[in-house]
């Protein structure tokens, strides 16, 4: 046998080796295979309840994935006997179907595993509503839940509706309101004891009511125009309070990020409200007034402001003939 076709016979012989070797690797037990593995068993999980996890971890022998709280996952297992069982289960939850549960998976066959499980609220929460008689009582105020320790136990609400405070303790409780205007009493008054219990499959809610009753700190008043006579004056009037021209609602063209307003202009005959006026008294004078029209009487005028009425201020302009 030359030298040359030994060499040659040699590398066919390793050529064909390397070749069995990984034909072999490829077709055991799956080990080695590139390609994804159909799932054997389907675990599937019905959870009822509050406060849950947001998923569980199922395990079937040394092969484990995550599993939503209601929800299904597929693992490929290997034919054989396996124990399947939940993990990352709260302490307030528990397994109420069988657990674990034994089964026999067979190469090819998909097999079904249902777990239930209950969740028991571990806090309760404290409904507190509010309502309020009279005005100037301010938008908004703080429910306090045991002097809003921890910080989480304290809450801005409106002073008129409903706020539910979450996550409180199974006890006893104080209700305490903060930010309250001074001008507001409640019904009854704060603090509230309240009992809040847990442990059931919903949130057991406590409630608690308060009425407040608001006594008036501003007035409103209201200008009447009434004008009469020939050639009325054609723009209406401008009106100052306090001596401070009163500015339009609406801005008529922005310069540079300002916003411009023009001056609140009466009708001529008419009625204007200025609401929410601190009490006391006030003057309220006309403006940009036709040469050819006068107020009659005091303008200026001066007049008080009465805690929850509306007074009136009646200025009437009589115009004359043009020449």
């Known amino acids: 046998m030359s030298a040359s076709y030994a060499s040659r016979l040699g590398a066919r012989l390793l050529a064909a080796m390397i070749a069995v070797a990984g034909t072999a690797s490829c077709d055991g037990d799956g080990g080695g295979s590139l390609e994804p593995q159909p799932p054997t068993l389907r675990v599937q999980v019905h ?37 399947v069982r939940l993990e990352n289960v709260s302490q307030n939850c528990r397994v109420v179907s069988a657990h674990p549960v034994q089964v026999a998976v067979v190469a090819g066959q998909l097999k079904t595993v249902e777990f239930r ?11 507190v509503t509010m309502t309020a008689s009279g005005r100037d009582y301010d938008q908004s105020l703080l429910v306090l839940v ?23 303790p199974p006890g006893d409780h104080e209700v305490t309101l903060g930010s ?19 442990g059931g499959l919903t949130r057991d809610t406590s409630r608690i009511a308060f009425q407040f009753a608001c006594r ?17 004056d054609p723009n209406g009037y401008t009106l100052k309070r306090d001596g401070t021209l009163l500015q339009g609602p609406n801005c008529y063209h922005y310069y540079y990020g300002y916003c411009v307003s023009e001056p609140r202009r009466l009708d001529l005959t008419g009625e204007f409200f ?35 009425d509306t007074t009136e201020v009646r200025f009437v302009i009589v115009c004359t003939d043009i020449p």
């Open 216 to 232: 008036p700190t501003t007035g409103d008043v209201a200008i009447v125009t009434e004008t009469t006579g020939a050639h009325l």
């Open 146 to 168: 045991d002097a809003g320790t921890p910080s989480a136990m304290t809450a801005t609400a409106f002073m008129v509706g409903s706020y539910t405070v979450d996550g409180v």
């Open 274 to 308: 200025d609401l929410r006026l601190g009490l006391g008294s006030h003057t309220y004078e006309l403006g940009d007034i036709a040469a050819n029209c006068a107020v009659q009487g005091s303008n200026p005028r001066a007049m008080t402001v009465v805690g929850g």
């Open 47 to 83: 959870t009822t309840g509050v406060d849950t996890v947001s998923n569980y971890r199922v395990r079937a022998g040394t092969t484990s994935a995550f599993v939503p709280v209601n929800g299904v996952v597929g693992l490929p297992l290997k034919a054989g006997a396996y124990e």
């Open 180 to 198: 309250v205007s001074d001008n507001c009493t409640s019904s009854p008054p704060a603090p509230v004891a309240v009992t809040v219990t847990a």
């Open 117 to 127: 499980v209950e969740c028991r609220a571990r806090a309760g929460a404290i409904e």
